[in-house]
């Protein structure tokens, strides 16, 4: 296939779309209640000057603030957010810190166990006072003939009054706030409701000879309801959150430091100290006895033993640790003692890099949300305009062109202090029926919905991943993976194993094969790649001894050259010798080893070519299955490699390809220009790439694709550029992270349908659009009831979501 332009994207460039002088702010946000309230936050944080970018979640209630670094202090950002949007009232706006990971002086440690305890306390206070006030106001209704007394009028009044004052006032105050700040939210709409309904109940009280009806249960069903469906909400929020918190519970707090290590004491007698995990710096040697959390990463030193890294990688089978392995914060030490030199601490390990990806995960927004944050900037004023003209609609027209509708009504109350009057004035029976309309129509809207239909379904998507060793980046991600028509897979290390190992060495001149591989390991003594790491291998399995080589330079994707007891020495691919005007003459040969899936390595001295040196890489045990499973969910997978056209078909061949999914003789350098050709469609009709490498050399495409995925890598450069990060050293988990990836998008797809469906049909409804030739019609507590059930149903259905299997 031919070679498309050069891309200059490099692995130091790739990081180019982010800002390396940003950094990130995270703020725990109170007294968020709906989507509303979301779109009032992120207008105030963004007015800063110095805030590059904003994003708030409602599930988790958090806000990422990135700007630059050192430009903003967080406390004060903290502050300004809760004083600015309070504005002249004496309580607080959103009450709001920023995150301490770390125990600060005057600062708490974030436990976001204890919040989740102390809301979920708080809630089910709220809830049995609410449910006590349900029960009196029921038997009131259908016990009253055993205790008359429960029937009095005047008691069910003074159970409104309650449950507005307890249970009911911080919904009302936080309804008032939020209206006076001009940020109306969910319970503007529930306060204004019960005071609407408590009112007019009061002055038919007061003024009998006005024959009002009373309906002093509607305030006291409809906080009931409300509090009940929020306390389901919480617990089912804190379900959504599980996995996240549990990966927060896998940070180790104790790290047992060697204080000056002996190597004949590194894990017995040494002279132990205990001290916080979070003090531990890099060089210093700890104690890790079984059972105990690695509590940095690290290489062990003395001692073997077996990890459980099934947090990391989601892998149960325990992997052997001895001296020179590499160890990570988080995992468990299972069966021996040991004594490991701490590498990465802090903020720096993979377990907290982990963390910070998967909590910045739950904040990036699919772009399919973007209709549902337009929607809530204004869905408040929207349903408070339709409640407005349901009521005018209703007592100007409505009960004029319908008399009836005033009979119908009756039966939306539960008791009627007028009945005790024999009067029955039809002005106030229009009015009444209007009113209580009008106040279904505010109770019923549910902007609560809209604002957790994506980031739920969001964070028990990406918390299952993390739990699975797969890290995906955020609902834009999401949104991607649903869109993505192709999959590129690069070659070496990816769909093959990565240890590469010699199979022929051809020597065209006098020389033995034994001196041409002398000369090929002595020139790739100076490189890192797997091809020179096979054929150095080669050469220690000989015992040949390896010359001195100086002079070395390197062209990635191409050879590789040095100078050998004087002579120039020239290893790589022909366009490299030809580069250097060497012509190929050993082209028959290649052609024959490379239609075998074999890597041909020409071998030049000066001006002559002396050899070949083919290496063989086998390909993965689950790469064929990984290849089909892809192409039934309906993906087509292209081959990208640098190696010559006849072994990248040998390979394609295996797995079951055509020739026409092949991309061969395509350098690292180039890699990232070809996922644009695909992308722009210069080669095929591909609109969507998806590309799947190690992130070691193909940065650049990993970042130029739609969706870069990193196979097992920990390097920072792929951490930042792939948008799908696989802990596991296997490609299954491609297929598996790209059908939960489908299964959370679908979730938010039907969460926001969900949403939106109810609202478009539950406000017409509780508008009385079916009273005239139904007699149906919504009575407040059960819009209240209605309501409540939306907002639980969303979050049940992302939790549903933990069902998913492959």
Not at 188 to 201: E, K
Not at 252 to 279: C, H, T
Not at 546 to 560: K, L, N, Q, R
Request: hydrophobic share 45%; net charge negative.
């Amino acid at each position: 296939m031919q070679l498309v332009p050069e891309n200059k994207l490099t692995p130091e460039t790739a990081l180019s779309n982010r800002d390396t002088n940003s950094e990130k702010i995270i703020l725990d946000v109170g007294g968020m209640k709906c989507a509303g309230c979301v779109k009032a936050v992120e207008r105030q944080l963004t007015q800063h000057p110095d805030v590059k970018n904003v994003c708030v979640n409602l599930a988790t209630e958090v806000a990422v603030v990135e700007a630059e670094v050192g430009a903003i202090d967080a406390d004060a950002l903290a502050q300004a957010l809760a004083q600015t949007l309070a504005q002249t009232l004496t309580a607080t706006g959103f009450p709001s810190q920023p995150r301490t990971p770390k125990t600060q002086a005057g600062k708490e440690k974030y436990d976001p166990d204890a919040k989740q305890r102390q809301e979920m306390q708080a809630a089910f206070k709220q809830l049995v006072v609410a449910f006590v006030l349900l029960l009196f106001s029921g038997i009131g209704h259908f016990g009253g003939f055993i205790f008359p007394i429960l029937n009095n009028i005047w008691f069910h009044c003074g159970l409104a009054t309650v449950a507005l004052l307890i249970p009911g006032r911080p919904i009302i105050i936080d309804g008032w706030q939020g209206w006076r700040r001009g940020t109306p939210n969910m319970n503007t709409l529930i306060g204004l409701g019960s005071l609407t309904a408590y009112i007019a109940s009061l002055v038919a009280l007061l003024f009998p000879q006005m024959g009002w009806e009373c309906f002093f249960d509607e305030p006291v069903m409809m906080l009931g309801f409300i509090l009940l469906g929020r306390t389901l909400e919480k617990q089912a929020r804190g379900r959504a959150a599980s996995a996240f918190r549990q990966l927060l519970a896998l940070q180790p707090q104790i790290a047992r430091l060697i204080v000056n290590p002996d190597s004949d004491k590194l894990v017995a007698g040494a002279n132990i100290i205990e001290i916080p995990a979070e003090q531990v710096r890099v060089g210093e040697w700890l104690q890790v006895l079984p059972g105990d959390k690695i509590p940095v990463d690290g290489e062990v030193r003395f001692g073997q033993t077996t990890v459980d890294e099934s947090m990391l990688t989601g892998e149960a089978v325990p992997m052997m640790k001895q001296p020179g392995d590499a160890v990570a914060a988080g995992t468990i030490n299972q069966s021996g003692a040991i004594a490991i030199q701490a590498t990465r601490t802090g903020d720096d390990t993979t377990l907290a890099h982990i963390v910070a990806l998967v909590e910045t995960a739950q904040t990036r927004k699919a772009p399919v949300q973007k209709l549902a944050d337009t929607v809530a900037g204004y869905f408040t004023y929207g349903v408070l305009t339709a409640s407005l003209l349901t009521f005018l609609f209703w007592y100007f027209f409505g009960t004029h062109i319908w008399p009836e509708v005033n009979i119908i009504s009756n039966g939306m109350e539960m008791m009627s202090h007028a009945a005790h009057h024999q009067t029955a004035n039809i002005e106030y029976s229009s009015l009444l029926i209007s009113l209580k309309l009008a106040i279904a129509v505010m109770v019923v809207a549910c902007p609560c919905a809209l604002g957790l239909a994506t980031p739920t379904a969001i964070l028990v998507g990406t918390g299952m991943g993390a739990e699975r060793g797969l890290l995906i980046k955020g609902g834009d991600v999401l949104e991607k993976v649903h869109q993505l028509n192709t999959v590129v897979f690069d070659k070496t290390g990816t769909l093959t194993t990565g240890n590469p190992t010699v199979t022929d060495c051809l020597p065209f001149t006098d020389l033995e094969p034994s001196s041409l591989l002398q000369l090929a390991a002595a020139v790739e003594s100076g490189t890192y790649h797997p091809l020179a790491k096979a054929i150095q291998q080669e050469a220690q399995r000989l015992n040949l001894s390896i010359s001195h080589a100086v002079d070395f330079h390197t062209e990635p994707g191409m050879g590789v050259s040095a100078v050998v007891d004087g002579k120039t020495v020239l290893l790589g691919n022909w366009e490299w010798l030809n580069w250097h005007g060497i012509t190929d003459t050993a082209q028959e040969h290649a052609q024959r080893l490379a239609e075998q899936g074999k890597t041909v390595i020409s071998v030049a001295v000066g001006d002559n070519l002396v050899g070949l040196i083919a290496v063989s890489d086998t390909l993965r045990p689950d790469a064929k299955a990984t290849v089909d499973k892809l192409r039934q969910l309906g993906l087509r997978v292209i081959i990208l490699s640098g190696d010559r056209l006849e072994a990248a078909n040998a390979i394609a061949q295996q797995l079951g390809l055509n020739s026409t999914d092949v991309m061969a003789g395509i350098p690292p350098a180039k890699k990232a220009s070809t996922i644009q050709a695909l992308q722009t469609g210069e080669i095929s009709k591909t609109t969507s790439v998806a590309m799947v490498g190690d992130g070691i050399n193909d940065a650049p495409a990993l970042s130029q694709a739609d969706v870069g995925i990193a196979l097992h890598s920990g390097t920072d450069v792929a951490m930042e550029t792939a948008e799908i990060i696989l802990m596991r050293d296997s490609l299954s988990d491609v297929v598996e992270s790209i059908q939960l990836s489908r299964a959370t998008f679908n979730k938010i797809r039907q969460n926001l349908f969900w949403a939106f469906a109810y609202n478009t049909i539950g406000i017409p409804l509780a508008a009385g659009v079916l009273l005239p030739h139904f007699g149906f019609v919504l009575s407040p507590s059960s819009a209240a009831a209605l309501m409540a059930f939306s907002s639980v149903s969303v979050v049940t259905n992302s939790i549903l979501l933990r069902r998913f299997t492959h």
